[in-house]
């Protein structure tokens, strides 16, 4: 009975995991609040803007929303994992991937897109190389390989266990 009632107690203890994801939909708004901003110091200049720094201002953008995406993808693949599963009617605009991402999937996901936001900063990186250090630069790149060999390996990992399931 003592064993019965902690285990229930136990598995009752994800539900402090919840308020972790609803933080984590706080850090999206965030990130669309400050999206926005990007957007709106850059519209009234828009004729003003060099192509160059037009450029770098969209490459951020474009990470900005990447980071967006993944904290979605985590927020609510995690809570359906670990917490509970969403009640969402089938009419109700249901996201296809919903219920489908179990932890393994995710890590690739995550990962996956850690390289393509990495990528992404690389490349605002490289479109100002003249203005930093060659040493900074080869750290840049070491970092981002680091990543790709990392999720890569991860996603090797993930096969091999898969196959011999």
């Not at 919903?98 to 999937?105: A, H, P, Q, V, Y």
């Not at 393509?116 to 990186?125: E, G």
């Amino acid at each position: 009975m003592l064993e019965r009632i902690f285990e229930r107690l136990m598995y009752a203890t994800r539900w402090l995991l919840a308020p972790i994801y609803l933080g984590l939909s706080l850090a999206l708004l965030a990130l669309g609040i400050k999206f926005f901003q990007e957007l709106f110091h850059l519209l009234p200049h828009i004729f003003a803007t060099s192509e160059m720094d037009l450029i770098l201002v969209v490459l951020s953008l474009v990470d900005l929303s990447l980071v967006g995406g993944l904290l979605v993808m985590v927020m609510f693949s995690s809570y359906e994992n670990f917490v509970s599963r969403l009640d969402i009617d089938e009419s109700d605009e249901k996201l296809n991937w919903l219920g489908k991402l179990d932890t393994s999937s995710l890590k690739n996901k995550v990962a996956a897109s850690i390289v393509a936001i990495s990528s992404i900063h690389l490349l605002k990186i490289f479109m100002n190389a003249v203005q930093i250090n060659n040493d900074k630069l080869l750290w840049y790149v070491i970092i981002h390989l680091t990543f790709v060999v990392s999720a890569f390996m991860m996603g090797m990992l993930d096969k091999l266990t898969r196959k011999e399931h």
